[in-house]
């Protein structure tokens, strides 16, 4: 994995996951507080305990994808499972120096493509996720437009984020404009259609 992608010393928020102290081998509870990653993510054996109304205990093992962690307060490590939902990365810090500093839309619409392709290309996103982004911008000289798009996850949970703008009328119609649009540009190649002022 190259040092772009690469998620070591990134942060990682342990939310709804399972940790193993790799001191004790043995189960952790962590808190809802930010570790540091030290180990790229990989795939790790866990064990299950299922129980059955007689109250037997059985176990099983799983295997998940599972990164590595440090307790910067106790020098303590941990092997927590991989939800990439949880990494926190240097670079989704605010974008400005100071509080109301101008972003430039463009710049910044690109680097949210590269972070969330960053996110679903380290080590695979769960599959409860989905989504769907989508920008443009004037560039100015009235002929040409920045445009990013960027789509990610599993194809019925992109349909579901779609349309939950269903519950907003004013973006049902812009969402059907949309496809109306991009269904006659395909039909007549790309380029720009006369109701692109609508």
Do not use: H
Request: hydrophobic share 35%.
């Amino acid at each position: 994995m190259n040092k772009e992608n690469s998620v070591i010393g990134c942060g990682y928020i342990p939310r709804d996951v399972e940790a193993i102290c790799l001191k004790t081998n043995r189960e952790a509870e962590l808190g809802d507080v930010e570790y540091k990653i030290i180990a790229e993510p990989y795939e790790r054996e866990w064990i299950i305990e299922t129980f059955f109304p007689v109250s037997i205990g059985v176990s099983k093992t799983e295997k998940r994808m599972t990164v590595n962690v440090l307790d910067a307060n106790t020098g303590l490590t941990y092997a927590v499972e991989y939800e990439p939902a949880n990494l926190v990365r240097p670079s989704m810090e605010p974008k400005t120096d100071k509080p109301g500093e101008k972003v430039d839309f463009v710049e910044r619409a690109r680097q949210i493509v590269e972070e969330l392709g960053e996110i679903f290309n380290n080590g695979g996103i769960s599959e409860k996720c989905g989504v769907a982004f989508f920008s443009i911008s004037d560039n100015g000289d009235g002929k040409t437009s920045s445009a990013n798009t960027f789509i990610g996850g599993r194809g019925d949970r992109i349909i579901d984020c779609i349309a939950t703008c269903a519950e907003n009328p004013k973006a049902v119609e812009l969402v059907t404009k949309g496809v109306k649009r991009a269904t006659l540009r395909t039909m007549a190649g790309v380029g720009k259609n006369k109701d692109d002022n609508e």
